[in-house]
């Protein structure tokens, strides 16, 4: 017996697991919104040095604006005045002759910037002027973020597996608000740091445990589509971001906006179920048939009486321990696997954002941009969803990054001036780079037995992260060699591609409920695939 069996009696997937998806989605819609919000928040407007108070003296009293700049600013080679520097003295001579000989001598901008508003009124460079020397530090709001999310997601990982989904979905819930509506309101950018840095950390909950919670809940035949579901819900919220930010673009007001959803989040998770599979898994079998139960009367089925078999099932996976990040790596073919997903879930990251900010535009808005990359992930997700079960995960994971691979290599060989192949061949290594996002996180979550899977997800979303630190870094590279950072980047693909077909297959197979399910030299029950219990 074994608890796919008795999800099969009462509803494996109906309106209790679709209720479920629609609870858990809408917080998920949050989380590009975030994620993807230095995009817009950090967006460096053009700008030029101060030089109102040179007019103070009178020297510039009978000079027009134009004249003004011409005197006060050195040019760029597209005619517009550099953005960091103006000339030590006011050089008249070109007003008469537009040349002034020998280079005059320039000096930092000494009494601040003047910034085009006509995009942004307000970023975090406007705000805190960083430019020029301090132009890091926009960048750097992205890295610290995303550092909370590493560190996030070995954190909610231990707690979910130890305290159950629920209540860890909770604290998510109220970090991601209370750090989010405060880092609109930080008056420095220390602590504007700071408090992204535990917005970051609370939002990696919402993600693992929405996922792991709505799979834990359905039959095998389904979890694909749950999967999909979740991911089709960051492409919802990436697109909904681009509509956001050209309605509002002020970066506080911006950013109370995107994480407002999550003040409906925390009202509805009142109506979100405990995953039974973790109760069991600790022995609390009495919530867990009350759960069952609601499940049974949600879906119309009749209410049977599973004590007797909940507590033979309870007995049998229960352990009297607590599971740690070290149970990834005791025993022989669970190092093995906590190796290869490493990797893969490295790759696939490291190679999505390599791509994405690396891929050249269409000439249009930064908006309308941001919305094209987000709106072509759809068909991708839907392709992935419909190959997942047909050719299995296995096959789809390996067979995407490959690809995505092959299409970073065209590119490097296709001469530059065929920027129409060149854009198409770049937008179809992004989709399927989207898909292998996609087929992972279901991947990963079947992979792994009950008791350590948060574990294992927090685990494997920390390498995901590292791979998103990593690919900036790469990017920079290309003043050393305009090609290098291609190079990496489609080595790496490959790379986490041939790693991937070192894993077991899961398709329709019963999900490992303990860690002698995967280190069992023989199929569980009958249930699993062979290549599943000899990996």
């Known amino acids: 017996m074994k608890f796919d069996n008795i999800l099969e009696e009462i509803g494996g997937f109906g309106p209790f697991q679709f209720a479920i998806i629609v609870l858990l989605c809408a917080p998920r819609i949050v989380l590009p919104c975030h994620y993807l919000l230095n995009n817009f928040i950090s967006a460096l407007p053009p700008h030029r040095c101060d030089i109102s108070t040179l007019g103070d003296g009178g020297l510039f009293r009978n000079l027009t604006q134009e004249q003004r700049l011409t005197v006060s600013l050195p040019v760029q080679e597209d005619g517009y005045p550099k953005s960091c520097e103006m000339f030590a003295a006011p050089q008249f001579q070109l007003l008469d002759n537009g040349s002034s000989g020998a280079d005059p001598p320039t000096v930092k901008c000494q009494s601040g910037w003047v910034y085009d508003n006509s995009t942004f009124t307000s970023t975090l460079a406007t705000e805190w002027d960083l430019v020029c020397d301090r132009k890091s530090l926009t960048q750097t709001t992205g890295s610290i973020f995303f550092f909370g999310v590493m560190i996030g997601a070995i954190t909610f990982g231990y707690l979910c597996d130890k305290y159950g989904r629920k209540i860890t979905l909770l604290a998510s819930y109220v970090m991601a608000t209370v750090f989010g509506f405060a880092s609109s309101f930080a008056n420095s950018y220390f602590m504007f740091a700071v408090l992204r840095f535990l917005t970051g950390f609370g939002l990696t909950g919402i993600g693992v445990n929405s996922l792991v919670l709505g799979i834990e ?15 089709l819900s960051w492409s919802v919220g990436n697109m909904l971001l681009a509509g956001l930010a050209f309605l509002v673009n002020d970066w506080r007001t911006l950013i109370m906006i995107a994480t407002a959803p999550l003040g409906l989040a925390v009202l509805t998770w009142w109506w979100i179920p405990e995953s039974a599979r973790w109760l069991l898994a600790h022995g609390k079998v009495e919530k867990a048939q009350v759960y069952l139960d609601k499940c049974a009367k949600f879906n119309k089925r009749p209410q049977m009486s599973f004590k007797t078999k909940l507590k033979a099932l309870s007995n049998m996976e229960r352990q009297d321990k607590s599971y740690t990040y070290l149970h990834l790596i ?23 954002y390599g791509i994405s900010l690396n891929i050249s535009g269409f000439g249009l808005n930064i908006y309308l941009t941001h919305f094209i990359y987000a709106a072509i992930e759809v ?27 092959i299409c970073i290599a065209i590119n490097i060989f296709l001469p530059k001036d065929l920027w129409h192949a060149r854009a198409g061949v770049a937008i179809l290594g992004k989709g399927l780079s989207e898909a292998a996002f996609t087929a992972i996180f279901l991947y990963t979550t079947e992979l792994y037995p009950t008791v350590v899977r948060q574990n294992a997800l927090g ?40 790693a991937a077909l070192l894993l077991p297959e899961t398709l329709n197979v019963t999900l490992p409920e303990t860690i002698e399910d995967v280190e069992s030299p023989r199929c569980v029950n009958g249930y699993m695939n062979a290549t599943m219990c000899n990996y």
Not at 388 to 404: A, E, P, Y
Not at 480 to 487: F, G, H, K, M, S
Request: proline residues 6%; aromatic residues 10%; hydrophobic residues 50%.
């Open 217 to 231: 809940w359905v039959d095998p035949g389904h979890r694909s589509f749950i999967g999909v579901i979740g991911s």
């Open 330 to 352: 005791k025993t022989p073919k669970m190092r093995r696997l906590t190796l290869l997903t490493g990797i893969v879930w490295f790759g696939v990251a490291l190679t999505y």
């Open 379 to 405: 068909p991708a997700k839907l392709v992935i969803y419909s190959f997942l079960n047909i050719f299995g995960r296995k096959k789809c994971q390996v067979g995407t990054l490959l690809l995505t691979g």
């Open 459 to 498: 685990y494997n979303n920390f390498m995901s992260r590292l791979g998103v630190s990593v690919a900036p870094l790469i990017l920079l590279l290309e003043d050393v060699r305009p090609v290098l950072p291609q190079i990496i980047i489609c080595s790496v693909a490959i790379g986490a591609g041939l």
